[in-house]
């Protein structure tokens, strides 16, 4: 017995990262999970690929009806597709604003209004969104990307108070820098990226950026029925950069 046996769980941006990694972890410890991306990951067994965009309603609506006819209900929501965007608020022109917004605030609400009637239905129904140490801590060049990711905590906490009442749990998890995909592409557009992943990896007192089955581990607690009397709660899983200083000299 496992702690996801019977459990069905909808994951989106599921094809790479965080994403990806929160899926493997589901299905080793015994979920069936519907894996919602724009590029989902390939078939096999209890993963269903649902190709779905958080910024389409109607992809998302689709996507909950595959879901429950494939595994007859879902329990947990995991909304943790989301962009990234560099820069000051001079950088950044008002389409850049809400091209971000749209996928990583919008597109949670979305998220959840398409699974809701699922999870009204489940007995350990659970959501765990992907927020972000930006959401509590100023970075440099994160206007955009901080501020929605800011927004992600505040829809957190306001949707773990809505949903209570429902038996819904509702977590996020505040990642630090983790070495994804994303991560990658932001090092490319640097002038050095080797000296850039050497500043980025500087600013964790831990001495070294997260992986993604780290997240993926502090996402699947939150999910699963041993975090039963957790909810509106954000777990900072950041190598220590929101919480201390290293000691100098
Ligand atoms: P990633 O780029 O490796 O994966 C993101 C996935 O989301 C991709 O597969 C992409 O296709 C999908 N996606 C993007 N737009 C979508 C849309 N409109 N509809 C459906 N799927 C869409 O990125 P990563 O790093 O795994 O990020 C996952 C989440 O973690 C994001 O919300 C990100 O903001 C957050 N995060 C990442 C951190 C990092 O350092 N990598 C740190 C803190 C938070």
Same mark, same amino acid.
């Given at each position: 017995?496992?702690?996801?046996?019977? +459990?069905? /769980?909808? =994951? @989106?941006?599921?094809? %790479?990262?965080?994403?990806? *990694?929160?899926?493997? #972890?589901?299905?080793?410890? $015994?979920?069936?999970?519907?894996?919602?991306?724009?590029?989902?990951?390939?078939?096999?067994?209890?993963?269903?690929? +649902?190709? /779905?965009? =958080? @910024?389409?309603?109607? %992809?998302?609506?689709?996507? *909950?009806?595959?879901? #429950?006819?494939?595994?007859? $209900?879902?329990?947990?929501?995991?909304?943790?597709?989301?962009?990234?965007?560099?820069?000051?608020?001079?950088?950044?022109?008002?389409?850049?604003?809400?091209?971000?917004?749209?996928?990583?605030?919008?597109?949670?609400?979305?998220?959840?209004?398409?699974?809701?009637?699922?999870?009204?239905?489940?007995?350990?129904?659970?959501?765990?969104?992907?927020?972000?140490?930006?959401?509590?801590?100023?970075?440099?060049?994160?206007?955009?990307?901080?501020?929605?990711?800011?927004?992600?905590?505040?829809?957190?906490?306001?949707?773990?108070?809505?949903?209570?009442?429902?038996?819904?749990?509702?977590?996020?998890?505040?990642?630090?820098?983790?070495?994804?995909?994303?991560?990658?592409?932001?090092?490319?557009?640097?002038?050095?990226?080797?000296?850039?992943?050497?500043?980025?990896?500087?600013?964790?007192?831990?001495?070294?950026?997260?992986?993604?089955?780290?997240?993926?581990?502090?996402?699947?607690?939150?999910?699963?029925?041993?975090?039963?009397?957790?909810?509106?709660?954000?777990?900072?899983?950041?190598?220590?950069?929101?919480?201390?200083?290293?000691?100098?000299?």
């Amino acid at each position: 017995m496992t702690r996801f046996d019977g +459990l069905v /769980a909808a =994951v @989106t941006g599921a094809g %790479s990262g965080i994403g990806l *990694a929160t899926t493997e #972890v589901l299905l080793r410890d $015994g979920a069936r999970v519907a894996a919602l991306d724009l590029q989902p990951p390939a078939m096999r067994e209890n993963l269903l690929p +649902l190709k /779905a965009d =958080v @910024t389409d309603q109607a %992809s998302l609506d689709d996507a *909950a009806a595959a879901a #429950v006819e494939a595994f007859g $209900g879902v329990d947990i929501l995991i909304c943790n597709a989301g962009i990234g965007a560099v820069g000051t608020v001079v950088d950044n022109e008002p389409e850049e604003w809400h091209r971000v917004y749209d996928v990583n605030v919008v597109g949670i609400a979305r998220t959840v209004r398409a699974f809701l009637p699922s999870l009204q239905s489940s007995s350990r129904a659970a959501i765990v969104t992907t927020a972000s140490i930006v959401s509590h801590v100023g970075l440099p060049q994160r206007a955009v990307y901080g501020a929605s990711k800011g927004a992600v905590l505040a829809l957190t906490l306001s949707m773990a108070s809505d949903l209570v009442g429902d038996g819904i749990r509702v977590n996020c998890v505040t990642p630090g820098t983790v070495d994804t995909p994303w991560v990658g592409r932001l090092l490319d557009q640097a002038d050095d990226p080797a000296a850039a992943r050497r500043n980025l990896i500087a600013r964790q007192p831990i001495g070294r950026l997260g992986r993604p089955d780290e997240i993926a581990e502090a996402i699947a607690y939150l999910a699963s029925p041993q975090a039963g009397y957790v909810t509106g709660t954000n777990l900072a899983i950041d190598g220590g950069t929101s919480g201390f200083r290293v000691p100098t000299g």
